[in-house]
């Protein structure tokens, strides 16, 4: 058995989780809405986070479109997703909510985008 | 001069003020909202991270998504947006607002004005730090509309001072595009951001967070080089002396604080010495008859959410006056007692509807309960944290209470529960 002590990061309310670990079980107390043992319960056995972050835009009206992960992937990826987006551009216009990177790192999980980005009219 | 008359003008495009708009729009009166920047949206362009909308929504959004959805309401509705427009001059007397942008000068005469303003980061010179003044000191919202709008790192190697909301965000966010961020110190002997953002922004990445420390030395000519922290007693906030410690970093971000912003109307509406903003009744009408205000220039607000719904309330308040050509009067004022710091709003309107109380707590509380009266209503709530805002819905019930009470005054009163 293991106690644990965990912050809930499923809204900003933020609340106090103890964890008891038996094996594959876990008991949360503290957790004011059932998030909090959802979270305990990936947090222990499997953590994952929804990641933001930007790639690089050609031909749109600023550098950047701000994405992030349609689910939460696993916190071990979250460096070569980084790495992923590091190395792509991708042309205006770009709508939100549209699919940038499909399947990332085979989670299964897509990248999306979450702003829109007009094309930049010629000669500016 | 180009001179224009509106139904309602609402100066700044940030979360509240688009709610404000819309909500103008959607009852509908004229609708002019001004933005000095090229597009609207506020800080919530920059804020590409998650958390945003579950209150208002009841889901998770980035900043950029909860932004869009206001945009697209703004351009339903009709909402008559003018960006890089700069307000020079709010005149009270003459009801007029005068705006300066590349097509020169033109004066708006609105039948009510809503300002929703926002905030500033506080500035590194009102730290009062000693030392050189090198470049690679920036604020975090500064650093955070390098990194997330324009494409720019601030530099390689940073240490955060300020544990605020912003400043957490960065560690995460700079650590990400490959900077090294060696620490947050923050003053206090507990954390200024949310407990979620201690957890999913430093201790995901392994970055060290040193309560009680503060910057007291930037080092560097022509770019920092280095700075000194010391340890400070959690009561007295003293310095420690001998505590002394020097890192080398080139990048300073700090994320201390946020300071409502109303240079436009302070000469002539009140503001709360302890909020810092303008003073705003349950209608969120300033002291001023015609003018409104919402949103962080009010005080500082932890969410988002609870912006737009004040800015949602502004908006529909200031239609209901254009319609009717007034607004009911009477009000109660709302009073602090002593472990209450920022409280929203400071009157409640009588003949008005219902709304919610925000306030913030002066200290840690596992359990405490919440009286507003004397005698109208109590609640019990679960860890009181001063970073974190608490929300009381003032209900028509507890208004119906309160007019047969016939209180001169609404106590708020925080007290722990051992």
Redesign the interface.
């Known amino acids: 058995m293991e106690n644990r002590t965990?912050?809930?990061?499923?809204?900003?309310?933020?609340?106090?989780l103890e964890a008891e670990v038996v094996g594959d079980t876990v008991t949360v107390t503290g957790n004011?809405c059932d998030k909090g043992v959802a979270y305990a319960k990936a947090e222990i056995l499997n953590p994952q986070?929804?990641v933001?972050?930007?790639i690089?835009v050609e031909g749109g009206i600023?550098?950047?479109v701000?994405v992030?992960t349609s689910a939460p992937i696993p916190?071990g990826l979250?460096g070569n997703m980084?790495q992923e987006l590091k190395n792509m551009k991708i042309r205006a216009p770009i709508r939100?909510g549209q699919i940038l990177i499909r399947n990332l790192l085979g989670t299964g999980i897509d990248v999306i985008a979450?702003?829109?980005v007009e094309t930049c009219p010629a000669g500016e | 001069m180009k001179e224009m008359t509106t139904d309602t003008l609402v100066i700044g495009g940030g979360a509240a003020g688009m709610a404000a708009a819309v909500e103008c729009a959607e009852r509908g009166c004229r609708t002019i909202l001004v933005e000095r920047e090229e597009y609207i949206g506020g800080v919530l362009n920059q804020c590409i991270h998650n958390g945003f909308g579950l209150h208002v929504f009841k889901e998770e959004l980035t900043g950029p998504e909860y932004a869009q959805l206001f945009k697209s309401q703004i351009r339903q509705k009709g909402v008559e947006t003018r960006s890089d427009l700069f307000v020079v001059k709010v005149d009270a007397k003459r009801r007029e607002v005068v705006t300066m942008g590349k097509n020169g000068c033109a004066i708006y005469r609105p039948q009510a004005l809503i300002m929703t303003t926002g905030a500033r980061e506080r500035p590194f010179n009102s730290l009062r730090i000693p030392g050189t003044r090198p470049a690679g000191i920036y604020t975090a919202g500064v650093a955070q509309r390098f990194v997330n709008l324009h494409n720019r790192l601030p530099g390689e190697r940073a240490f955060v001072l300020g544990s605020g909301d912003i400043g957490l965000i960065m560690a995460r966010r700079l650590t990400l595009e490959g900077m090294t961020v060696l620490g947050v110190a923050e003053l206090m002997p507990h954390p200024g951001g949310l407990a979620r953002n201690i957890s999913q922004c430093l201790h995901d990445f392994n970055i060290p967070l040193y309560l009680s420390t503060s910057v007291v030395e930037v080092h560097g000519r022509e770019r920092l080089e280095g700075i000194t922290l010391a340890k400070f007693d959690p009561v007295t906030l003293q310095r420690l002396p001998g505590t002394e410690e020097t890192v080398a970093c080139d990048t300073l971000i700090l994320s201390v604080g946020l300071l409502p912003q109303n240079e436009l109307i302070e000469s002539f509406v009140e503001t709360d010495p302890v909020n810092r903003g303008v003073k705003v009744d349950s209608f969120m009408r300033t002291t001023h008859p015609w003018v409104f205000a919402a949103g962080n220039n009010v005080g500082v607000y932890d969410l988002v959410d609870f912006v737009t719904l004040d800015g949602k309330i502004a908006g529909q308040s200031a239609a209901k006056m254009v319609h009717d050509g007034f607004l009911p009067e009477k009000r109660v004022p709302l009073a602090r007692t002593e472990n209450i710091s920022t409280l929203i709003p400071s009157l409640c309107c009588l003949e008005g509807n219902p709304f919610t109380i925000y306030f913030r707590s002066k200290k840690t509380m596992k359990k405490a309960r919440i009286s507003i009266g004397p005698g109208l209503f109590e609640t019990i709530r679960m860890g009181i944290k001063p970073s974190e805002m608490v929300d009381i819905p003032f209900t028509v019930k507890h208004m119906e209470k309160l007019k047969q009470l016939g209180l001169s005054k609404i106590e708020v009163s925080l007290k722990e529960v051992l």
Do not use: F, H, Q, Y
Not at chain 1, 6 to 15: D, M, N, Q, R, V
């Open positions: 965990l912050t809930c990061i499923s809204c900003p309310l933020g609340c106090d004011r986070r929804v933001t972050s930007n690089l600023c550098p950047l701000s992030k916190k979250i980084i939100i979450t702003r829109e």
